[in-house]
């Protein structure tokens, strides 16, 4: 699932080469990844892009005050095109759910894999109008967030840090691999609830925010889009990473597998040599 680092790379491409240009089209292939009908996406062509902006996950374009907002979920992702294909886009069972088309002949795919379908695609007048934005908690690389704020956010929070930091009424864009790579450089368990920290914990736990997601979104600033993914794995010192040495420590990453999702973490680093239960990972790794 592509998050904050990515998502900002992604902003700043589109930005680089859309604004001043026109939409001309927005082709649906899939009705599905629509969910608003007025105004209908029609309403887009002819429009002056002006700006492309992130909010959290979600892109969006702002085509002289009307904006085009994705959220490319967890299997959605922009396919870039110098020369848009001369085909219409039809619906069937293509993966490419959307195709916006721009007055320079350049445009963009928005394809989604497999059969969970997430991959959600807005047009509205004001972005706060879509419900993810509306919700959305602070942004950590906000100017206006500070060490202050984020004590509060923890403050009196029962909840298991891993959790806290994906939930996005907490926090804006960060998912389940900067959350495992967070914790790693924070040298905590996921499993640790928030409200439990001490002031030291919390102050190294907002440091490795900071740290981890600048470092990314550095790292992924003027890669086009087709090479973020592979930049962004690259990058993870424990996420993804089940089996292999910590690179700090060099003891082995485990995992925690949970019905639809997992996380990774180093026992030695993180919970003082313990490992984590998880019925079907922690007796292969011991």
């Known amino acids: 699932m592509p998050e904050l680092p990515e998502v900002q790379a992604l902003a700043d491409f589109l930005r680089g080469r859309i604004v001043d240009q026109a939409i001309t089209a927005v082709e649906l292939g899939s009705i599905s990844v629509l969910k608003t009908y007025d105004p209908a996406?029609?309403?887009?062509?002819?429009?002056?892009?002006?700006?492309?902006?992130?909010?959290?996950?979600?892109?969006?374009?702002?085509?002289?005050?009307?904006?085009?907002?994705?959220?490319?979920?967890?299997?959605?992702?922009?396919?870039w095109s110098e020369e848009a294909p001369k085909a219409l886009l039809k619906p069937g069972r293509s993966p490419i759910a959307m195709r916006v088309r721009f007055s320079d002949g350049s445009g963009f795919d928005l394809t989604e894999a497999g059969t969970k379908k997430g991959l959600a695609a807005y047009v509205v007048h004001d972005p706060a109008d879509v419900p993810g934005i509306a919700s959305l908690g602070p942004d950590p690389l906000a100017d206006d967030f500070d060490l202050a704020g984020f004590r509060a956010l923890l403050e009196g929070k029962r909840t298991q840090i891993k959790g806290l930091l994906r939930d996005q009424s907490v926090l804006a864009g960060v998912g389940?691999?900067?959350?495992?790579?967070?914790?790693h450089a924070a040298k905590l368990s996921p499993f640790a609830l928030a409200s439990s920290l001490d002031d030291e914990e919390i102050e190294r736990l907002f440091a490795a925010l900071q740290e981890t997601l600048r470092g990314a979104v550095a790292a992924a600033a003027g890669k086009p889009a087709a090479e973020l993914k592979d930049a962004k794995r690259a990058g993870m010192r424990v996420h993804g990473r089940t089996g292999e040495q910590c690179p700090v420590c060099g003891d082995v990453v485990r995992e925690?597998?949970?019905?639809?999702?997992?996380?990774?973490?180093?026992?030695?680093?993180?919970?003082?040599?313990?490992?984590?239960?998880?019925?079907?990972?922690?007796?292969?790794?011991?």
Not at 176 to 183: F, K, R, W
Request: aromatic share 8%; net charge positive; charged share 20%.
């Open 176 to 183: 389940n691999a900067y959350s495992d790579e967070v914790l």
């Open 41 to 79: 996406p029609q309403a887009l062509s002819g429009l002056l892009v002006s700006d492309v902006q992130r909010h959290g996950k979600f892109v969006d374009i702002d085509a002289d005050g009307l904006h085009l907002v994705f959220h490319l979920a967890r299997a959605g992702w922009l396919r």
């Open 256 to 286: 925690v597998s949970f019905a639809d999702s997992s996380l990774q973490y180093c026992a030695t680093c993180q919970t003082g040599g313990k490992p984590l239960a998880d019925r079907r990972m922690s007796r292969l790794l011991k």
